[in-house]
């Protein structure tokens, strides 16, 4: 069976350190992987998306950045945080564009 | 624009029914998913419509009208585990999700 693993659970780092969160994908393989973020009471906001290694779109302008360096494998990351950057955090993955996606548990992040 | 239009939030009684909307504008359309998301946690799949009419899955059904930009979430039998956030997305033309705030449903004995 499939399974998602998105680490930390939570995280609160300082305005202007530089943040790295990852998501592995198991029991499948060329996944089509997705970071979101959801701001308290709001929707999903697509950040990046990839359907293969290498391959990142960048849905918002913004100060994060995405990397899949593996075909099971995604990171998001920021060379500098800012406080508007906290929200709730997750990684997903689906088989194709019209199939169901399934989510990692999701990361917590607070910028102080 | 792109926009998906639900209830904020939604108070029904333990065992009852409740019917929860979704409207939509999208530049396309390429099927209606429909999650749950308990408080602090991730969302989880509920339903996918791409055709007219009703899918029927246990206690909960979905339905979708694609002339009318509509789509319900109904949920019968209601439990207290039952409350939580219900998410409508929509897949576009370009098979990009668009995704509702979401409708908070509050579940009372």
């Known amino acids: 069976s499939q399974t998602i693993h998105q680490w930390p659970a939570t995280l609160v780092q300082p305005v202007g350190s530089p943040l790295s969160l990852e998501c592995t994908v198991e029991g499948t393989s060329n996944p089509n992987l997705y970071w979101y973020r959801q701001a308290a009471g709001r929707g999903l906001q697509l950040l990046f998306y990839?359907?293969?290694?290498?391959?990142i779109s960048s849905e918002v302008p913004q100060n994060l950045s995405a990397s899949r360096p593996q075909d099971r494998q995604f990171i998001l990351s920021s060379k500098k945080l800012l406080l508007s950057d906290s929200g709730f955090y997750l990684c997903?993955?689906?088989?194709?564009?019209?199939?169901?996606?399934?989510f990692g548990q999701g990361t917590r992040l607070t910028v102080v | 624009g792109q926009n998906i239009d639900q209830p904020t939030e939604m108070t029904a009684t333990e065992g009852a029914i409740v019917q929860i909307n979704c409207t939509y504008q999208?530049?396309?359309?390429?099927?209606l998913f429909w999650y749950q998301q308990h408080a602090g946690e991730a969302p989880t799949f509920l339903s996918y419509n791409v055709l007219d009419g009703l899918e029927e899955k246990g206690r909960f059904s979905s339905f979708l009208s694609r002339s009318k930009g509509y789509s319900y979430l109904l949920l019968k039998e209601l439990q207290m585990k039952d409350s939580a956030s219900y998410l409508c997305?929509?897949?576009?033309?370009?098979?990009?999700?668009?995704w509702g705030a979401g409708t908070k449903l509050i579940i009372k004995p």
């Open positions: 997305a929509v897949l576009d033309s370009n098979y990009q999700l668009i």
């Open positions: 999208t530049s396309g359309f390429n099927g």
């Open positions: 997903a993955w689906s088989l194709r564009e019209n199939t169901e996606a399934f």
């Open positions: 990839s359907v293969g290694i290498g391959q």
